[in-house]
Every structure is written in structure tokens, then in C-alpha cells.
């Protein structure tokens, strides 16, 4: 009697973990390709105290079957971010699938590097390495239902929070925009300083360089009693 | 032997409808999101990024050249099929809208092989569909109240607001990365040009 039942089920069952595989792939997003040896840096820009998710997955493409494995267990991802003055904030070796996390300290340009760290060269023998990857920044690395959840914020107050993070990101961000609109300013105003000094000091040289060889060609033509 | 039940009847029923509901869901197009990259193009090099998206999901692409060079870069997106979609050579900004007419991968690739030694540093956003709700019920068919409205159209202005600052940004760091290459310029070019005048003149 279980046995008639059990066969349809099983069916949608099959259907339902094949949509949630659909929907798996999906989620993850945009995609590259990436050598053996190969390291794949991506920069962000970020004002200070921000904090950035990263999710990545991969697969490996099977030369046999000419088709991307699902997922390779073994394969691992090394992970670095240096921050704007190249000190290493985070430098970390993760599976084939992982999630990395860090917050800036210093405005600017913050640098994520990744390459595949396989000693198993056999594994890869010419191949290459799909590499699904998503980068969230600031309000954007926020989790809402989980926050509501650790909260318990009602769905207006869990609206307002996002709003209130966003005005914050943007305050940041004006901060940090002030900040390198002083060093814009501070090369600017070097640039104009460094010409200024060298076209008076050119005018000064090309005076002393004109009165040094007048007086020289004075006392030339006087030696040869020409004047 | 046993009549199939009433039991089974339901789940037979149960499952043609769950398979219609399955094919109809693979259909729509879901929830998206975008993708903000900012990576760097080595001279001659060329770098793609793909991306499965549903039929019928409006998608924009947008890009712009932060430093290196000329600060331009060629940009090609193709469909699944191979037809190009957008072909631009040299370009220093621009967006493209257009809507998946096919499930598939799209490809989209910058290239800057047209250069010998310069690198490039390239921004994009690849936005599929539209941000995922900030309820999972969102597409409940209650109305929202005054208060979640406003809220809602908030977040959109916020969201522009927050896209103008990055835009803005960009355009700052080209200004400054011109700023910079001029001054480290200016200061070899007064040096030299100091030295050979008094040596030559003397």
C-alpha cells in the first residue's frame, strides 16, 4: 500500500531538489574563469569602519565529460586583502566554496586577491576553474530577516533600520569623499608650487647662464684684442 | 489487490499540479540582484564575466574606466546564442538596458588589447531584474499601509542617492589619478629639464 503512494512522491520530490538546485546556481550569480596559477585581484573603495562580505564558489571543469563538476571537495581558494597602504588585513586559505569577511579601518582602495592554491596539479592537467563570486559592501552585507529574527523588529522598525543604515553608509561615504578631496587638493597644490619653483628657477639660471657668458666672451674678444 | 485510494489519488493529483507549478515557477523570473565589480585589465588582456540569467529579466550594464592610459576600454555582451547585444570600442563610460529574450549565459567581456602597456582599472554593475524584497512574503497581495510606502520610496531615493555618490567617486579618482600622473610628471620633467640647461648653458 505504501509502495503505490511512494512513487509520485518520490517524483516530485526529485522535481523539487532539482528546482532548489536551479535556485541554488542562481542565487550565486556572476561568474569568471580563472587559470591554474592564475590570481584574480578586484578592488574596492571603501570609507573607513565598513565592512564587506565575500561569497565565492567553485567548479572545476571535467575534461571528460566536458561539463563544470557540481562541486569539488579538495579545492581550495586562497584568500587576500590588503588594505590601502599594502599591509595584509586578511590572508586566508578557504574550501571550495567559502565566505570571507572584513571590516576597513583606513579609507580607500582595499585590494581582494584570489587564486586557487590546488597542489594537486594532476586535478586541473590544462583546465580551468569557474569561480562564482559576490561581494557585498556596507549596508548591502547587511542581513534583514536575520537581524529582525535577533531583534525582534516589526516589520516597520526592521524598514526604518534599513533606511538608517543606508543614511549612514551615505554619511561615510561623504566623509571619505571630503577626505580625498583634501589630497586631491594637497596634489594640485603641489603640482602648482613644483612649476612655479622651476620656472623661476629656469628664469634665475637662464639670467646668471647669460651674464656669466657675456662677461666670458667680453674677456675672449679682449684676449684677442679684438675689442 | 487494493483499489488505489483516495490517498493516492490526491498525491497523483497533487503531483501533475506540483509539476505545473514547478515549470510555471522556472519561468518567471525571480528575484535578481547586481554585482558591483572594480578590478584591474592588464595591457592586451582581455577578461569576461558571465552570468545565467531567466527570459524576460531587464538587465543594465553599466561601466566606466577609473585609471590607466586613455581611460577607455572595448566592451562586448553577447546572449546565450553568441549575438552580440553591444559592441562598443574605446569607450571611457556608458550603461546598456536590455531584456533577456532567452534563458541562458550571457558573456560580457572588456578588453584591452588595443593597448601596449597601460593597465586599466574598470568599474561595472551588472543589475538582473529587480533587488531581492526586504520581506520574503513581499509578494503578498495585502497593499502596504502609508507608512511602508513611504518607506519603500525612501529606500528607492536613498538607493539613487547612493548611486550618484559611487558614480561621483569614480569620476573623483580619474580626476585624481590624472592630478597625480601630472605631478609625478611635472616633477621629472623640472628636474631633468633644470639639470640639462644648466650643463648645456655651461
Same mark, same amino acid.
Given at each position: 500500500?505504501?509502495?503505490?503512494?511512494? &512513487?509520485?512522491?518520490?517524483?516530485?520530490?526529485?522535481?523539487?531538489?532539482?528546482?532548489?538546485?536551479?535556485?541554488?546556481?542562481?542565487?550565486?550569480?556572476?561568474?569568471?574563469?580563472?587559470?591554474?596559477?592564475?590570481?584574480?585581484?578586484?578592488?574596492?573603495?571603501?570609507? #573607513?569602519?565598513?565592512?564587506?562580505?565575500? $561569497?565565492?564558489?567553485?567548479?572545476?571543469?571535467?575534461?571528460?565529460?566536458?561539463?563544470?563538476? %557540481?562541486?569539488?571537495?579538495?579545492?581550495?581558494?586562497?584568500?587576500?586583502?590588503? #588594505? %590601502?597602504?599594502?599591509?595584509?588585513?586578511? *590572508?586566508?586559505?578557504?574550501?571550495?566554496?567559502?565566505?570571507?569577511?572584513?571590516? *576597513?579601518?583606513? %579609507?580607500?582602495?582595499?585590494?581582494?586577491?584570489?587564486? *586557487? $592554491? *590546488?597542489?594537486?596539479?594532476?586535478?586541473?592537467? &590544462?583546465?580551468?576553474?569557474?569561480?562564482?563570486?559576490?561581494?557585498?559592501?556596507?549596508?548591502?552585507?547587511? $542581513?534583514?530577516?536575520?537581524?529582525?529574527?535577533? #531583534?525582534?523588529?516589526?516589520?516597520?522598525?526592521?524598514?526604518?533600520?534599513?533606511?538608517? #543604515?543606508?543614511?549612514?553608509?551615505?554619511?561615510?561615504?561623504?566623509?571619505?569623499?571630503?577626505?580625498?578631496?583634501?589630497?586631491?587638493?594637497?596634489?594640485?597644490?603641489?603640482? $602648482?608650487?613644483?612649476?612655479?619653483?622651476?620656472?623661476?628657477?629656469?628664469?634665475?639660471?637662464?639670467?646668471?647662464?647669460?651674464?656669466?657668458?657675456?662677461?666670458?666672451?667680453?674677456?675672449?674678444?679682449?684676449?684677442?684684442?679684438?675689442? | 489487490?487494493?483499489?488505489?485510494?483516495?490517498?493516492?489519488?490526491?498525491?497523483?493529483?497533487?503531483?501533475?499540479?506540483?509539476?505545473?507549478?514547478?515549470?510555471?515557477?522556472?519561468?518567471? =523570473?525571480?528575484?535578481?540582484?547586481? +554585482?558591483?565589480?572594480?578590478?584591474?585589465? =592588464?595591457?592586451?588582456?582581455?577578461?569576461?564575466?558571465?552570468?545565467? @540569467?531567466?527570459?524576460?529579466?531587464?538587465?543594465?550594464?553599466?561601466?566606466?574606466? @577609473?585609471?590607466?592610459?586613455?581611460?577607455?576600454?572595448?566592451?562586448?555582451?553577447?546572449?546565450?546564442?553568441?549575438?552580440?547585444?553591444?559592441?562598443?570600442?574605446?569607450?571611457?563610460?556608458?550603461?546598456?538596458? /536590455?531584456?533577456?529574450?532567452?534563458?541562458?549565459?550571457?558573456?560580457?567581456?572588456?578588453?584591452?588589447?588595443?593597448?601596449?602597456?597601460?593597465?586599466?582599472?574598470?568599474?561595472?554593475?551588472?543589475?538582473?531584474?529587480?533587488?531581492? =524584497?526586504?520581506? =520574503? +512574503?513581499?509578494?503578498?497581495?495585502?497593499?502596504?499601509?502609508?507608512?511602508? +510606502?513611504?518607506? !519603500?520610496?525612501?529606500?528607492?531615493?536613498?538607493?539613487?542617492? @547612493?548611486?550618484?555618490?559611487?558614480? /561621483?567617486?569614480?569620476?573623483?579618482?580619474?580626476?585624481?589619478?590624472?592630478?597625480?600622473?601630472?605631478?609625478?610628471? !611635472?616633477?621629472?620633467?623640472?628636474? @631633468? +629639464?633644470?639639470?640639462?640647461?644648466?650643463?648645456?648653458?655651461?
Amino acid at each position: 500500500m505504501a509502495g503505490v503512494g511512494a &512513487g509520485p512522491l518520490r517524483a516530485m520530490g526529485r522535481q523539487a531538489l532539482l528546482l532548489l538546485a536551479l535556485c541554488a546556481t542562481g542565487a550565486w550569480g556572476l561568474y569568471f574563469h580563472i587559470g591554474e596559477t592564475e590570481k584574480r585581484c578586484f578592488i574596492e573603495e571603501i570609507p #573607513d569602519e565598513t565592512m564587506v562580505i565575500g $561569497n565565492y564558489r567553485t567548479q572545476m571543469w571535467d575534461k571528460q565529460k566536458e561539463v563544470f563538476l %557540481p562541486s569539488t571537495p579538495g579545492l581550495g581558494m586562497h584568500v587576500e586583502v590588503k #588594505d %590601502p597602504d599594502g599591509k595584509v588585513v586578511l *590572508s586566508r586559505q578557504y574550501g571550495s566554496e567559502g565566505r570571507f569577511t572584513f571590516t *576597513s579601518h583606513t %579609507p580607500g582602495d582595499h585590494q581582494i586577491c584570489l587564486h *586557487s $592554491n *590546488s597542489t594537486r596539479m594532476a586535478l586541473f592537467a &590544462g583546465g580551468k576553474l569557474r569561480v562564482h563570486l559576490d561581494i557585498q559592501v556596507g549596508e548591502h552585507a547587511n $542581513n534583514y530577516p536575520e537581524i529582525a529574527a535577533k #531583534d525582534k523588529l516589526t516589520e516597520l522598525q526592521l524598514r526604518a533600520r534599513q533606511l538608517l #543604515d543606508q543614511v549612514e553608509q551615505i554619511q561615510k561615504e561623504q566623509d571619505y569623499q571630503r577626505y580625498r578631496e583634501e589630497r586631491f587638493r594637497l596634489t594640485s597644490e603641489s603640482t $602648482n608650487q613644483r612649476v612655479l619653483w622651476w620656472s623661476i628657477a629656469q628664469t634665475v639660471i637662464l639670467i646668471l647662464t647669460g651674464i656669466w657668458q657675456m662677461r666670458h666672451l667680453k674677456s675672449f674678444f679682449e684676449a684677442k684684442k679684438l675689442v | 489487490m487494493p483499489r488505489p485510494g483516495s490517498a493516492q489519488r490526491w498525491a497523483a493529483v497533487a503531483g501533475r499540479w506540483g509539476c505545473r507549478l514547478l515549470a510555471l515557477l522556472l519561468l518567471v =523570473p525571480g528575484p535578481g540582484g547586481a +554585482s558591483e565589480i572594480t578590478f584591474e585589465l =592588464p595591457d592586451n588582456a582581455k577578461q569576461c564575466f558571465y552570468e545565467d @540569467i531567466a527570459q524576460g529579466t531587464k538587465c543594465t550594464l553599466e561601466f566606466q574606466v @577609473i585609471t590607466g592610459g586613455h581611460y577607455d576600454v572595448d566592451c562586448r555582451l553577447e546572449d546565450p546564442d553568441g549575438k552580440v547585444l553591444y559592441k562598443e570600442m574605446k569607450k571611457q563610460y556608458d550603461s546598456f538596458t /536590455f531584456t533577456a529574450s532567452k534563458n541562458g549565459t550571457y558573456k560580457f567581456c572588456f578588453s584591452n588589447e588595443f593597448s601596449t602597456f597601460t593597465h586599466k582599472t574598470v568599474y561595472f554593475d551588472f543589475q538582473v531584474g529587480e533587488d531581492p =524584497p526586504l520581506f =520574503p +512574503s513581499e509578494n503578498r497581495v495585502s497593499a502596504l499601509t502609508q507608512m511602508e +510606502s513611504a518607506c !519603500v520610496s525612501i529606500h528607492e531615493a536613498l538607493k539613487s542617492v @547612493i548611486d550618484y555618490q559611487t558614480h /561621483f567617486r569614480l569620476r573623483e579618482a580619474q580626476g585624481r589619478s590624472r592630478a597625480e600622473d601630472l605631478n609625478t610628471r !611635472v616633477a621629472y620633467c623640472t628636474g @631633468i +629639464s633644470t639639470h640639462l640647461f644648466a650643463v648645456t648653458s655651461s
